[in-house]
């Protein structure tokens, strides 16, 4: 199935993703609607449990998931976690590094929440939290990190894409930067993963769940551990998966399983797994480059009808490198509640979104199935 086949032919759309049949759907970097094949396979997932051992019937999609985000992400298949939530994912991170008192980390404030509060927590430990500063909500360039990091800085963590203002980070620019200095990069991927290429190359550590652009289930997600830190990092949750365990008998000390188990407790969430396997299949099938081409066009013609409805876009004056699929916008005097209401009654799903000082946004993140159509009718009713 190709994009063009999907956008060109009405009816295999709506087969492929039901929610069109009934809605236009522009809200996935919330949480998306499930395509059919990753329902379906989740489905089938759970008719198989009835059946007998739900562990063989999916088993052999643990590999298959690993492999498969290993070719989403340019890294290799044991560097790949089945971890679930990215809150989680990126909390192994920060409890799972041995920091030293004096040592300072780099974060940035108005990421979300998940992105902020597991390095917040290490203030505790005596590690110096900063908090990056930028000319715009979202808006970090290189240069803001370069001149915000010195000789005692352990990590940076940041967000691959802003969630409200839709900016898109160099992460691989920042990335080669940080490495020269022997500095820690951590990325939040969930943003951008599924919708543009996001490779590991120049990065330590990255999380993502599946279930905004790579449209997958929630709380089934990737943990990339580069290989030469995975014995650095260790985890602060034990069980029966990531611990060695010879015919499940508990031993007299704990050593950790090597390569990607080694972050996975537990009983993977099967049905969820299989959910996000056959999510990332679909990208790597459309192809990422060609869903990332798609969701720029969409925004170029995104952000000029909804300027000339009066509105102001975030994010739209800067380098093309840093569109993305979001596009937040706002009006001096607009209750933006009222036309997230109004929208929601015409069968339009957005998100309304606040910053720190309280001014209110709306989102619109449409994906690759999206129709110039269904655009078109969004900026209608603005």
């Known amino acids: 199935m190709t994009l063009f086949e999907i956008l060109s032919n009405e009816e295999l759309r709506q087969h492929e993703f039901p929610v069109t049949k009934n809605k236009i759907f522009l809200a996935h970097a919330g949480v998306c609607a499930l395509p ?15 059946l007998g051992d739900q562990e063989a019937f999916v088993m052999h999609k643990i590999s298959d998931a690993r492999k498969a985000g290993a070719k989403l992400l340019n890294c290799e298949p044991d560097e790949v976690s089945l971890v679930g939530p990215t809150s989680l994912a990126l909390s192994l991170v920060a409890a799972g590094l041995d920091f030293r008192k004096g040592d300072n980390i780099l974060i940035y404030h108005d990421d979300y929440p998940s992105n902020v509060y597991p390095w917040m927590a290490l203030a505790d430990q005596g590690v110096k939290v900063r908090l990056l500063n930028t000319r715009g909500l979202g808006v970090i360039r ?33 990335g080669k930067f940080l490495r020269e200095r022997g500095i820690l990069f951590c990325l939040d991927a969930i943003q951008t993963l599924g919708a ?18 790579l449209l997958g289930p929630c709380g089934a997600g990737l943990l990339y551990v580069k290989k030469d830190l995975q014995e650095k990092l260790n985890p602060p949750i034990y069980g029966w998966h990531n611990v060695r365990n010879p015919d ?33 299949e679909l990208a790597l099938e459309i192809g990422v480059a060609n869903i990332a081409a798609e969701l720029l066009r ?9 300027q000339a409805k009066g509105y102001t876009v975030l994010n739209a004056e800067v380098k093309p490198e840093h569109f993305s699929g979001i596009t937040s916008f706002y009006a001096s005097g607009k209750n ?47």
Not at 36 to 50: K, L, P, S, T, Y
Not at 197 to 207: G, I, Q, S, Y
Not at 298 to 306: C, F, G, H, Q, Y
Request: hydrophobic share 45%; aromatic share 6%.
């Open 298 to 306: 969409k925004r170029a013609r995104l952000v000029p009808a909804i």
């Open 336 to 382: 933006l509640a009222d036309l997230h209401q109004k929208l929601a009654e015409a069968g339009v799903i957005a998100s309304l979104r606040a910053d720190r000082q309280g001014r209110h946004y709306l989102r619109l993140s449409p994906h690759f199935y999206n129709t110039d159509a269904e655009l078109q009718r969004v900026v209608e009713l603005l």
């Open 36 to 50: 059919r094949r990753v329902a379906q396979a989740m489905i089938d997932c759970a008719n198989g449990g009835m």
């Open 248 to 280: 499940f008998v508990a031993q007299a000390s704990i050593e950790f399983r090597s390569g990607a188990a080694k972050f996975e407790a537990g009983t993977h969430n099967l049905i969820g797994l299989t959910g996000l396997l056959s999510a990332m």
């Open 142 to 174: 290189q240069v803001d990190v370069m001149g915000q990091v010195d000789e005692n800085t352990r990590l940076v963590a940041l967000a691959s894409n802003h969630f409200i203002s839709g900016h898109r980070l160099e992460h691989d620019a920042i």
């Open 196 to 213: 543009f290429p996001t490779t590991v190359e120049n990065v330590d550590f990255l999380a993502a769940d599946s279930h905004k652009w």
